[in-house]
C-alpha cells in the first residue's frame, strides 16, 4: 500500500488533510477503531469526493477504491499502529497526549 501512497503523493496530502477531522467526528460517536478506516472512507466518499462514471459495480470492487483505501489505511496504520488491528481483548480505546496516540487497555483481574 505504501507504493499507491507514493505515486500519489498529491492526493494522499488532500485527503491527509480531511483525515484529522473525519477521525475527530468518528471518535466523538464512538465509532470502533477496527472500523474506521471503511467509515472514513464513506465520510469522504459522500462530502469530499466526487467519482465521476460511475458503474454499477460496488465501490469497493473499483479501482479508485483500492487506491483511496490504500490512501487511507497507511494515515491510520502510521497514526494508530497494531491498536488498528485488535478487535477485541483488553483495548478499550485510544488517548491523545500532545498529538501521540496511546493504546488505553486494563488487564481483568
Same mark, same amino acid.
Request: no cysteine.
Given at each position: 500500500?505504501r507504493?499507491?501512497?507514493?505515486?500519489n503523493?498529491?492526493?494522499a496530502a488532500a485527503?491527509?488533510?480531511?483525515?484529522p477531522?473525519?477521525?475527530k467526528i468518528?471518535?466523538?460517536?464512538g465509532?470502533?477503531?477496527?472500523?474506521?478506516i *471503511?467509515a472514513?472512507? $464513506?465520510? %469522504?466518499?459522500?462530502?469530499f469526493?466526487?467519482?465521476? #462514471?460511475?458503474?454499477?459495480?460496488p465501490?469497493y470492487?473499483?479501482?479508485?477504491?483500492?487506491?483511496?483505501f490504500?490512501i487511507?489505511?497507511d494515515?491510520?496504520? *502510521?497514526?494508530?499502529? $497494531?491498536? %488498528?488491528?485488535?478487535?477485541?481483548g483488553?483495548?478499550? #480505546?485510544?488517548?491523545?497526549?500532545h498529538?501521540?496516540?496511546?493504546?488505553?487497555t486494563i488487564?481483568?483481574?
Amino acid at each position: 500500500m505504501r507504493k499507491i501512497v507514493e505515486s500519489n503523493p498529491q492526493m494522499a496530502a488532500a485527503i491527509g488533510d480531511l483525515l484529522p477531522d473525519i477521525e475527530k467526528i468518528l471518535n466523538a460517536s464512538g465509532q470502533p477503531l477496527s472500523s474506521r478506516i *471503511t467509515a472514513a472512507i $464513506a465520510i %469522504l466518499l459522500k462530502h469530499f469526493i466526487k467519482v465521476t #462514471g460511475a458503474t454499477a459495480e460496488p465501490p469497493y470492487e473499483q479501482k479508485w477504491y483500492a487506491v483511496l483505501f490504500a490512501i487511507v489505511s497507511d494515515w491510520y496504520e *502510521t497514526r494508530y499502529g $497494531a491498536a %488498528l488491528r485488535e478487535k477485541i481483548g483488553t483495548l478499550l #480505546g485510544v488517548v491523545e497526549i500532545h498529538n501521540i496516540p496511546f493504546k488505553v487497555t486494563i488487564e481483568p483481574m
